[in-house]
């Protein structure tokens, strides 16, 4: 089945600099991917999602790269702020299950000021 | 605001009470979840429904039993927990059952601790 792997749980980052969260997949067949966020005290919220046709997708200071080669997934946030602090999970679809989402671990972003 | 209210906010309970948990949306979606997330794992699905119909049962234990009165509204009943049910628990919702197609949106949760 479907396994996701953050490259590493906590990421510092000086405020103002790019931050990039990375996340690896195993199932090559994948072809929905998504990222969310989750704030101290919040529930995760919907960022940024992907299909497999696409290998770059941008928004609002935030642009997910696929790569399906390598089987992997970025999150690139431009010029970080303090409000960027937070989990950030990526969640793939296994292509098995009309309901499941495969999730990782998650990334803890840390804003250096 | 996401639009899915949870309470209570915090919970705390010995393994032979019974407690519930309630989700709310106000987003006129169709489908709702619970889902279970506990420390450094990934998000643990446990139910979905749609249109007030369980569509999926994760291998949840029985000793959790969710309950879906109309779209607007999901229960988490709980009754002889185990320590290891220590968790979070989120409630989402989308418009269609379908988390692989639609963006979830989640409440705050109900961080429960079992004593």
């Known amino acids: 089945g479907e396994s996701v792997g953050l490259h590493l749980p906590t990421l510092s980052v000086q405020e103002g600099d790019n931050s990039i969260i990375n996340c690896a997949y195993s199932?090559?067949?994948?072809?929905?991917f998504i990222w969310y966020k989750q704030e101290s005290g919040k529930g995760p919220q919907f960022i940024i999602d992907?299909?497999?046709n696409m290998d770059k997708r941008q928004g609002q200071r935030v642009t997910v790269l696929l790569n399906k080669t390598v089987k992997h997934l970025s999150l690139q946030i431009a010029a970080t702020q303090p409000g960027d602090s937070a989990v950030y999970f990526c969640?793939?679809?296994?292509?098995?299950?009309?309901?499941?989402?495969?999730w990782g671990a998650g990334t803890k972003l840390i804003i250096k000021p | 605001e996401t639009g899915v209210t949870q309470t209570p906010r915090h919970l705390v309970m010995g393994m032979t009470n019974k407690k519930s948990l309630k989700c709310e949306q106000h987003?006129?979606?169709?489908?709702m979840y619970w889902y279970k997330q506990s420390a450094k794992k990934p998000l643990e699905l446990m139910f979905v429904?749609?249109?007030?119909?369980?569509?999926e049962n994760n291998s949840v234990p029985s000793r959790f039993s969710p309950e879906c009165p109309n779209s607007s509204h999901l229960f988490l009943h709980l009754h002889t927990l185990q320590p290891e049910d220590s968790a979070l628990y989120l409630c989402?919702?989308?418009?269609?059952?379908?988390?692989?197609?639609?963006?979830?949106?989640f409440g705050s949760g109900t961080q429960l601790s079992v004593l």
């Open positions: 989402a919702s989308s418009q269609e059952p379908s988390p692989t197609n639609e963006k979830l949106f």
């Open positions: 987003l006129g979606h169709n489908a």
């Open positions: 429904y749609s249109l007030e119909e369980r569509v």
């Open positions: 199932n090559s067949a994948s072809d929905y």
């Open positions: 992907i299909r497999s």
């Open positions: 969640a793939v679809d296994p292509m098995d299950s009309n309901y499941q989402l495969i």
